[in-house]
């Protein structure tokens, strides 16, 4: 004997099974979900509104009993010199490094594209990110010290061919030091990211470029640039939030190794490193908290114009 389903009996049958798979996906839902939830509110969300409350009082600790004192933290901040030479080099930081970042990336994203062997050279690129910030520091501290009689190589070869030596870490200096560091270190990650973009752009929109005796500037700017605009918006992102935590290499670099760097030479995480630990006197949490709600404020901001300026409509392709 042989059975036979009806269409009404199969669809009966087919609802049944989807109704229970979506059961059974609703009961993985909580156990996957609430873990996640919790961790992140109380790792990020809690210590965030505990910064933010802390911003409003003085406090220098464990065994002290937080004061409320309103925005005085916030007026001393725009009044003090320290906390202005942080915001500027951080902004710096964030313009300048980013700017010149971003202009190697695309150089080299022209270049590595019809290169042979170009995704070797972009694991050389990338080398530099896995290399610590600190063991950076530390290398490029030794290659630019100036010490008369026993010079850092930069400086010894500039003496070699009779210019005078430079003091590069000095605190006029070393941010535009530490500018240069963080490009060369941080570009071939950009590079990877654009040229993973960039591989995924049919090879066909290249060819009909140079059917058409594109320059390799017009293939940049009329194929590469526009499809892989998305790309570039979010390790915008990426390095803003990145380069508003610079800490390690500005430590390294304009510290004596002891003690916070010279205000000169200040970022933003500096500054709040200072009021947490760096301290002669009594910590000022207060005041770091306020700095780093300044920080968070100041990134939110950066990122919101930044995908503002960056927003355009999706290209199929």
């Known amino acids: 004997m042989t059975s036979t389903v009806t269409a009404p009996e199969a669809d009966e049958q087919h609802s049944s099974a989807s109704g229970a798979h979506l059961v059974r996906k609703k009961r993985l839902f909580f156990p996957f979900f609430l873990p996640a939830v919790t961790l992140y509110v109380l790792f990020l969300v809690v210590p965030t509104i505990a910064?933010?409350?802390?911003?409003?009082?003085?406090?220098?600790?464990?065994?002290?009993?937080?004061?409320?004192?309103?925005i005085g933290n916030y007026a001393e901040l725009m009044g003090s010199d320290s906390f202005r030479y942080a915001f500027l080099n951080t902004l710096l930081?964030?313009?300048v490094g980013g700017v010149g970042t971003f202009l190697l990336a695309f150089l080299f994203t022209m270049v590595l594209r019809d290169m042979r062997g170009g995704k070797i050279v972009r694991a050389v690129l990338f080398f530099p990110n896995i290399v610590a910030p600190v063991a950076l520091g530390m290398f490029f501290g030794i290659i630019l010290i100036f010490r008369p009689n026993r010079q850092?190589?930069?400086?010894?070869?500039?003496?070699?061919?009779?210019?005078?030596a430079v003091k590069f870490l000095a605190p006029e200096n070393v941010t535009w030091v530490v500018t240069a560091c963080l490009i060369w270190a941080s570009s071939g990650?950009?590079?990877t990211i654009l040229m993973a973009a960039v591989d995924r752009i049919p090879p066909y929109l290249y060819e009909d470029a140079d059917i058409a005796g594109a320059t390799p500037w017009q293939k940049f700017r009329n194929v590469t640039l526009p499809l892989t605009w998305d790309v570039?918006?979010?390790?915008?992102?990426?390095?803003t939030i990145s380069a508003i935590k610079i800490f390690e290499l500005v430590f390294v670099l304009a510290g004596p190794g002891t003690y916070s760097p010279q205000i000169r030479a200040w970022t933003l995480g500096i500054y709040v490193f200072d009021r947490s630990f760096g301290t002669a006197g009594s910590p000022q949490y207060g005041m770091a908290c306020a700095a780093a709600v300044v920080m968070i404020?100041?990134?939110?901001?950066?990122?919101?114009?930044l995908r503002r300026l960056m927003r355009r409509d999706t290209i199929q392709f």
């Open 51 to 70: 910064t933010v409350v802390l911003g409003f009082t003085s406090w220098a600790g464990a065994g002290d009993t937080p004061r409320f004192i309103g």
């Open 297 to 305: 404020l100041l990134v939110s901001v950066l990122v919101v114009l």
């Open 189 to 191: 990650f950009y590079i």
């Open 232 to 239: 570039i918006g979010v390790a915008g992102v990426l390095w």
């Open 93 to 95: 930081y964030i313009v």
């Open 152 to 164: 850092g190589l930069v400086n010894h070869l500039l003496e070699s061919v009779g210019v005078d």
